[in-house]
């Protein structure tokens, strides 16, 4: 259900996201409020019924974990590519 | 977890994944996930700000207790990997001061709903201000009682339509800062659940500074109140807050109230020292008592 | 384990009932307290706050009772011991916390000094009206421990033998005092510390790393239904609901685990009534009619029971030390030999209706009533005796 792009951009993105579909209830809010526009909300339905996210560019993810603040059911995360997320990270 | 979730992952590219799960999921009970929260709902999003803050604080995992009363912001207590109290409808707080005179080394996290915390709770609420224990009251406001599906709260604006107000409800509502200002809080704090980053800033500070310290955490009930209002989703709930956030730090909390449409004045309001409950009750003792004073047990090195 | 000195006021002393249960409380090795101030339990706090700060423990006045009677379940978690103390218009406040602390197993006390109601009723005088209260006072099915003293003395003996049940059993238990024991000044003797046994909390062994759960018996010997406490700080992370819980102590809303847990909160009280029954008899084995009192009132029944027995009459008389559980296997054997109870309360017929529930119709059951206000006339005591003497 979820289309996970290879990154098109010549160089590595900064970080990346990890989408836990079946845990997703749709509401939006991480693609609404991601701030590169990683994100899009898919026609596809997950097991509950709901539409989850999907990575829409993948190369412009900068790993800024907002996604993961924003959301309420704890089904996405961001993370900075090549080390441990930090709370400085969000 | 119950549940086998698929999980799906972007192509890290040429650098290694070095984090295998949710940030959050260190402090929450995953055998108790998926939570009953419904989709939209602002309340784990508050989650989300209070785990990374208490990450980033200097707090001590096992010296954090959570305290909720009942609703559906009272089941934060549920999910959250720590000393965690459900106690009964609209007394957290009690339950907290007695908690935090027994064991003054716990940082004591007051976590609840508008309703259980403001109406039921509220009485509880202006002495615990006014008596400045150290601890960490954070008040999801959804404007209504979720739990019980929508009725109308001391914190629902002026005829905004709730279950039990189906017309519309006539009653002022309370300004939530300026209430816990008027009581004696140290801290004061409002922000949205669209405002996370500030958010979890706010929520470490307040738990890091001793004292009494309030946030008021506007979050959408997208089930109940933001429906029945015809406000849209969850999603544009958070639109709406940013397109009414008013941020002005230091702001007079007297200019603090909310109505429908209206801006939402967010920030930190109140940041002041007073001395807190216990070390007044230890000072004072000590001179009054002299070495005849015999502090508690669990005060010795922790109540200077 | 012997009693912590600190708390213990060893020496002979003259006090009234609400002190001698606050030095109780203190021989006990209670630390912490939360109170909203009612006539005519308010001496008992006055003491707690008076001697605290040299016994190393706390008080705090509350903003209500309500906030009182969760505050002390808070205390117990941070690894207190706690209790709070009240009259009837603050015991029915206290009774939505009393039915958490049986849920969650929290041990504490909680004293009421029965006066006369409903509402406000007489402040000042006494009563013993709370006692079916104290039975089914809060919503839900369970079962509770009360304890009822008739002297100062006994409020403080009670009051330890109270906390004790608490630890023993991890439930809270009622000590169902009156004015008239509360207000009463009489020698009260405090043993010292070695003298005064104390059963200690059971912690759990488990280790911060090791996983705990709350309402766990792995930890019990067969047979023991209860499960041993931790206390915040331990990193256990028990979470703590008054929902009906799992061993893990998560919400579990089903008929099943409801059927497991309230049959568990109950069997720990029934599967030993026979460890926290006491009762005192004097004359019953051969008695013709028993005089069944507790509190206040058994004290004056002595009167009249004195002067039917100097009459020639088999009179028996029973003392419900502990009023609940009810003693109700006892009460049995009895009402197969006697012809006759008579039950003296300062209520309008509460106790009363459990020696009928166990006399099954066999012996002729008497109360005798009082609505409160003052205690019985022994007169009217001795002329129920007479009356079912036929
Ligand atoms: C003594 C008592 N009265 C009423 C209730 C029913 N009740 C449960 S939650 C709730 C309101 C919760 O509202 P709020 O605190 O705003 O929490 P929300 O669900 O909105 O997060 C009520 C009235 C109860 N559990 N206990
Ligand atoms: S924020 Fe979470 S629940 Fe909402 S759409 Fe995104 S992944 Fe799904
Ligand atoms: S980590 Fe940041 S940039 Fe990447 S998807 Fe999430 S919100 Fe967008
Ligand atoms: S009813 Fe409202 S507050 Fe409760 S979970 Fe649903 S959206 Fe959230
Ligand atoms: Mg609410």
Redesign the interface.
């Given at each position: 259900m979820?289309e996970?792009?290879?990154?098109a951009a010549p160089k590595?993105?900064k970080g990346?996201?990890?989408?836990?579909?079946?845990?997703c209830?749709?509401?939006?809010?991480c693609a609404?409020?991601c701030p590169t526009g990683v994100l899009a909300m898919s026609k596809g339905f997950n097991l509950k019924g709901?539409h989850p996210p999907i990575?829409a560019d993948?190369a412009k993810?900068s790993g800024c974990?907002?996604c993961?603040?924003?959301?309420?059911?704890?089904a996405?995360?961001g993370?900075k590519?090549?080390?441990?997320?930090e709370?400085?990270d969000? | 977890m119950s549940?086998?979730?698929?999980?799906?992952?972007?192509?890290?590219?040429?650098?290694?994944?070095?984090?295998d799960s949710?940030?959050?999921?260190e402090w929450?009970r995953m055998d108790r996930?998926?939570?009953i929260?419904?989709?939209?709902?602002?309340?784990?999003?508050s989650v989300?700000?209070f785990t990374?803050?208490i990450?980033?604080s200097s707090l001590d995992r096992k010296n954090i207790a959570i305290v909720s009363g009942i609703g559906c912001t009272g089941r934060v207590a549920g999910y959250l990997l720590l000393d965690s109290f459900h106690t009964t409808h609209g007394r957290a707080l009690p339950f907290a001061t007695g908690l935090k005179l027994a064991s003054p080394k716990t940082k004591v996290v007051v976590y609840s709903g508008d309703g259980d915390l403001f109406a039921i709770g509220g009485n509880h609420f202006i002495h615990a201000a006014r008596r400045n224990l150290d601890m960490t009251v954070l008040c999801v406001n959804n404007f209504n009682y979720g739990m019980t599906g929508g009725q109308v709260a001391p914190t629902t604006p002026e005829f905004a339509i709730a279950s039990t107000t189906p017309y519309g409800s006539v009653e002022r509502p309370f300004n939530l800062p300026y209430l816990a200002q008027s009581c004696g809080a140290v801290y004061v704090a409002r922000w949205t659940?669209?405002h996370?980053?500030q958010l979890?800033r706010s929520i470490r500070e307040a738990l890091e500074k001793p004292g009494f310290t309030f946030i008021e955490m506007v979050a959408p009930c997208p089930t109940l109140f933001v429906r029945r209002n015809r406000l849209g989703?969850?999603?544009a709930a958070?639109?709406s807050y940013e397109e009414n956030a008013v941020i002005k730090n230091g702001a007079d909390t007297r200019e603090c109230d909310l109505g429908m449409g209206g801006p939402i004045v967010c920030g930190k309001f109140v940041d002041i020292d007073r001395p807190s409950y216990l070390s007044n009750q230890v000072a004072h003792l000590r001179k009054v008592l002299g070495d005849r004073y015999v502090m508690p047990d669990a005060w010795q090195g922790v109540v200077q | 384990m012997n009693a912590d000195p600190r708390g213990v006021l060893t020496g002979s002393h003259f006090l009234d009932g609400d002190h001698a249960a606050a030095e109780g409380a203190l021989a006990a090795g209670a630390n912490f307290s939360a109170g909203y101030p009612i006539t005519p339990s308010t001496e008992v706090v006055e003491r707690l706050a008076g001697r605290f700060p040299f016994t190393g423990g706390t008080f705090i006045q509350m903003e209500d009772e309500l906030a009182a009677s969760i505050a002390i379940q808070g205390a117990v978690w941070g690894g207190s011991k706690a209790l709070t103390v009240t009259s009837g218009p603050g015991f029915s406040l206290m009774m939505e916390h009393l039915g958490y602390g049986i849920m969650t197993e929290t041990p504490f006390v909680l004293v009421d000094v029965q006066r006369g109601g409903p509402s406000t009723g007489l402040p000042t005088m006494p009563a013993q009206a709370d006692m079916m209260q104290a039975r089914w006072g809060s919503h839900g099915d369970y079962e509770i421990i009360a304890l009822a003293p008739s002297s100062p003395q006994e409020c403080f003996n009670l009051m330890i033998r109270a906390f004790n049940l608490s630890e023993k059993y991890r439930t809270p238990v009622l000590l169902m005092m009156d004015e008239c024991v509360g207000h009463m000044l009489e020698r009260v003797v405090i043993p010292s510390p070695e003298k005064i046994q104390i059963e200690p909390r059971r912690y759990t062994r488990k280790g911060p790393d090791e996983q705990y759960w709350p309402y766990s018996l792995e930890e019990c010997n067969n047979g023991d239904l209860v499960p041993p406490l931790t206390k915040v700080g331990e990193g256990h992370f028990p979470h703590i609901t008054g929902l009906t819980h799992d061993d893990r102590g998560y919400p579990a809303m089903n008929a099943k685990s409801q059927a497991v847990l309230l049959g568990r909160l109950v069997d720990k009280i029934r599967n030993n009534a026979d460890d926290i029954i006491t009762i005192e008899e004097d004359g019953t084995d051969d008695a013709d009619v028993i005089v069944v009192s507790y509190g206040i009132t058994a004290r004056v029944c002595q009167p009249a029971i004195s002067r039917a027995r100097a009459e020639g009459h088999k009179v028996g008389f029973l003392r419900l030390v502990t009023v609940w559980p009810f003693p109700e296997k006892r009460i049995r054997e009895l009402a197969g030999r006697v012809s006759a109870f008579v039950v003296p309360e300062m209520n309008l017929g509460q106790i009363v209706r459990e020696v009928e529930r166990c006399s099954q119709g066999r012996p002729k059951v008497r109360g005798v009533t009082h609505a409160g206000g003052a205690v019985h006339d022994p007169e009217e005591i001795y002329n129920a005796i007479r009356e079912v003497m036929g």
């Open positions: 979820v996970t792009k290879k990154s590595a993105p990346h996201v990890v989408i836990n579909t079946e845990r209830k749709g509401c939006g809010f609404q409020f709901y990575i993948a993810c974990g907002l993961g603040m924003y959301c309420p059911d704890f996405i995360y993370v590519n090549g080390r441990k997320p709370s400085g969000l | 549940e086998s979730y698929e999980a799906t992952v972007t192509d890290p590219v040429s650098a290694p994944m070095t984090c949710n940030p959050v999921e929450l996930m998926p939570h929260w419904c989709p939209g709902c602002g309340i784990g999003t989300n700000c990374r803050a990450e980033e659940v669209y996370v980053k979890q989703d969850g999603l958070l639109e | -």
